[in-house]
Structure formats: structure tokens, C-alpha cells
T-cell receptor, first 111, second 110 residues
Framework: QKEVEQNSGPLSVPEGAIASLNCTYSDRVSQSFFWYRQYSGKSPELIMS????GDKEDGRFTAQLNKASQYVSLLIRDSQPSDSATYLCAVIYSGYSTLTFGKGTMLLVSP | DVKVTQSSRYLVKRTGEKVFLECVQDMDHENMFWYRQDPGLGLRLIYFSYDVKMKEKGDIPEGYSVSREKKERFSLILESASTNQTSMYLC?????????FGQGTRLTVV
């Protein structure tokens, strides 16, 4: 069964804090993982991709992948009110070629 | 930058109408997708295509069909629109990794 689980939130953090968003998936052999940001009323925007265990950093964003534990996370450092959005985790499961999305975690960053 | 363009931002159609949603991408991507997004249900895949004239059913294909006559264009067709097809429709394209989305079409069927 292809599943991607995320806490729906909202996750509330103060401006300047680190926001930590988590996602679990349901097999150990999948290779491709993605984070999308979606502002209210807008379409999802691809912000990070990660394919191997460990951390991948891009500006204030860090994606972390642990295949043994089947989770992927997104850290946002120095959170800004403009980061307030829903963050979607997506996985390309082994043997498939389409993205399976979680339902997203709403992040609220307060000034 | 990848650009995926959907023909309409907002559409209002009547029950029973045949509805066409058009999507064009400018990055020569082989893969194109149609999703719908509903509150509480997340993104659900309707149909996808790996190549011109190829199509594959996604998770919720009932009541929909698709057409891909050219590589850059992928159309979603609601054969006979119903009120339960009121939703946000999102087109996306990819080379095989992360997909890039169009701006979405909010369809209301009355």
C-alpha cells in the first residue's frame, strides 16, 4: 500500500525559530523524495528533492532522509511569516513512476 | 524555469456538460499528470501520460478521460460534469523526478 503520512498541523512557530516538518512512508526501497510548499489558493511549488540518506541543504531549508526508519523531514531555519503555508511531502515508490503525496502539514509562523 | 500553463483559473459549468481542461508545458517533459485537490483528501492522481498518445489511469479515473496529441499538451475531459467533480484541478509535468505544477483550475459544477 502506497502511503505518505504527515501530521496535518497546524504547526505554529515564532519568527526566527526552526520549523521541523516530518513525513513517513511505507517501504524501504523507494528512492525519490520531495517537499512542496503550497500557499493558500495556489498550486504546489517544488522546493526540495532528496535521493540518498542524510541531509541536503538549500538556503534556509534542509531535507533529511532516513531510509531505514522510513522518514523524511524538512527543517526551515530562521522561519519567516512568509513561510506560512502547507508543506506537502511526496514519494516516488519503487516500481512506480508517479508521485504519491501526503495530505500536508500547515505551518504558521507568527511575527 | 519550467512553465506549466493551464487554460483557465476559474470555470463554472452546468451538470451534464462536457468540460475540457487544457494544459501546456514548455520544457519538453515526457511525463504529464492531472490531479484534483480537495480539502481533507489531498492531491489525487486522475490520469498521467508518459508519451504522446500514451495514457495511464491514476487513482480516480472514473468520469474523466484524457488526450495527449502533442508532447507539450495534455487535456483532461469531463465527459458529463457532475457536482461531485467540483474541485481544484492541477496539471503537472516532469522528466521523472519532482513534478512542476500549473497554476490550477478551480472548477465549479452547478
Amino acid at each position: 500500500q502506497k502511503e505518505v503520512e504527515q501530521n496535518s498541523g497546524p504547526l505554529s512557530v515564532p519568527e526566527g525559530a526552526i520549523a521541523s516538518l516530518n513525513c513517513t512512508y511505507s517501504d524501504r526501497v523507494s528512492q525519490s523524495f520531495f517537499w512542496y510548499r503550497q500557499y493558500s489558493g495556489k498550486s504546489p511549488e517544488l522546493i526540495m528533492s532528496i535521493y540518498s540518506n542524510g541531509d541536503k541543504e538549500d538556503g534556509r531549508f534542509t531535507a533529511q532522509l532516513n531510509k531505514a526508519s522510513q522518514y523524511v523531514s524538512l527543517l526551515i531555519r530562521d522561519s519567516q511569516p512568509s513561510d506560512s503555508a502547507t508543506y506537502l511531502c511526496a514519494v516516488i515508490y519503487s516500481g512506480y513512476s508517479t508521485l504519491t503525496f501526503g495530505k500536508g502539514t500547515m505551518l504558521l509562523v507568527s511575527p | 524555469d519550467v512553465k506549466v500553463t493551464q487554460s483557465s483559473r476559474y470555470l463554472v459549468k452546468r451538470t451534464g456538460e462536457k468540460v475540457f481542461l487544457e494544459c501546456v508545458q514548455d520544457m519538453d517533459h515526457e511525463n504529464m499528470f492531472w490531479y484534483r485537490q480537495d480539502p481533507g483528501l489531498g492531491l489525487r492522481l486522475i490520469y498521467f501520460s508518459y508519451d504522446v498518445k500514451m495514457k495511464e489511469k491514476g487513482d480516480i479515473p472514473e468520469g474523466y478521460s484524457v488526450s495527449r496529441e502533442k508532447k507539450e499538451r495534455f487535456s483532461l475531459i469531463l465527459e458529463s460534469a457532475s457536482t461531485n467533480q467540483t474541485s481544484m484541478y492541477l496539471c503537472a509535468s516532469s522528466l521523472g523526478g519532482g513534478a512542476f505544477f500549473g497554476q490550477g483550475t478551480r472548477l465549479t459544477v452547478v
